[in-house]
């Protein structure tokens, strides 16, 4: 299973980003999906997830109305588009599959976001 998230780069505070996680090894449509990020000397923390359907989704409060979690089944992909961007927003973000609720199952390598204040 490879979890490939890319799209990530430096950006003004305010602006907009749109990250992917292209996924490949396993069915795709079985999996939730979920993106999560570190920033420096911080731990792992939950950013957003969907559903296998991507009927319902669900995001952390710091990121709730400027960030959209999306997925398109027949291409593999998971979207996270970052809107209205803050410096804490800074981070690696990651994104993550599961097949049940409470435990994620795969991790891909992370993509760099930094927003510069």
């Known amino acids: 299973v490879q979890l490939q998230a890319s799209g990530g780069g430096l950006v003004q505070a305010g602006g907009s980003l749109r990250l992917s996680c292209a996924a490949s090894g396993l069915t795709f449509s079985s999996y939730g999906m979920g993106w999560f990020r570190q920033a420096l000397g911080k731990p792992r923390e939950f950013v957003a997830a969907?559903?296998?359907?991507?009927?319902?989704?669900d995001y952390a409060d710091s990121v709730k109305g400027r960030f959209t979690i999306s997925r398109e089944n027949a291409e593999n992909t998971v979207y996270l588009q970052m809107n209205s961007l803050k410096s804490e927003d800074t981070a690696v973000y990651y994104c993550?599959?599961?097949?049940?609720?409470?435990?994620?199952?795969?991790w891909g390598k992370g993509t760099l976001v930094t927003v510069s204040s």
């Open positions: 969907i559903t296998r359907s991507g009927g319902s989704t």
């Open positions: 993550a599959a599961r097949l049940r609720q409470f435990q994620w199952d795969y």
